[in-house]
């Protein structure tokens, strides 16, 4: 676990990962309570970095329903049953959140959120290093995204208070194995932007 952390807000950008309906609220076809619970402190962690004019990027997770038709071996359906699909309440990104006309959204059609997306090459235009990744779930698309983070030489910096899992065993074993491998690890409360 990483000590207290002070990031540069011009080249440090928040990336929420897939804090949509399906996911965090009730009624969403892969409701974990673990990642509803994160809605608040991430937040909170926005509001903070905001004031300190630091980029935000939300990642959606969305799969038009003939994703898997084809599939050789890749099947999400098959693994978690129909969920976020394209055009759908479930694959909105929870109503707390405000998301304003600046933020980066990326849909993303894998667990990685830079498989095939643009978010590399929006990062990169912004001289961005330092990403503090927050969202759901923790041993899922923030392990996935955070991995290929490190593997492009970005900084990974997993905010555990504001990951969700539906295990917390899961949690666990996501956040030392990306400690240990490709990033580091700390508490919301340990960041400053300056």
Not at 94 to 118: G, I, M, N, P, S
């Amino acid at each position: 676990m990483s000590a207290s952390l002070s990031l540069a807000p011009d080249s440090t950008a928040i990336v929420v990962v897939d804090m949509q309906n399906g996911f965090c609220h009730p009624d969403g076809s892969l409701y974990a309570p673990g990642s509803e619970a994160v809605v608040d402190p991430i937040d909170t962690l926005l509001e903070r970095a905001r004031e300190a004019g630091v980029q935000v990027v939300y990642t959606r997770d969305v799969h038009p329903p003939e994703q898997f038709d084809d599939a050789h071996y890749y099947d999400e359906f098959e693994q978690w049953g129909e969920h976020v699909l394209e055009g759908s309440w479930d694959a909105e990104i929870v109503e707390e959140f405000d998301v304003r006309d600046e933020d980066l959204v990326v849909e993303k059609h894998t667990y990685d959120a830079f498989y095939e997306t643009q978010l590399e090459g929006w990062l990169r235009a912004r001289g961005i290093r330092d990403l503090v990744l927050c969202g759901t779930l923790a041993n899922v698309c923030v392990l996935h995204t955070g991995g290929s983070a490190g593997l492009r030489d970005f900084r990974p910096i997993l905010v555990e208070d504001c990951i969700g899992s539906i295990e917390d065993d899961h949690k666990e074993y996501a956040l030392e194995h990306a400690e240990w491998l490709f990033g580091e690890v700390t508490e919301s409360g340990e960041l400053s932007f300056d």
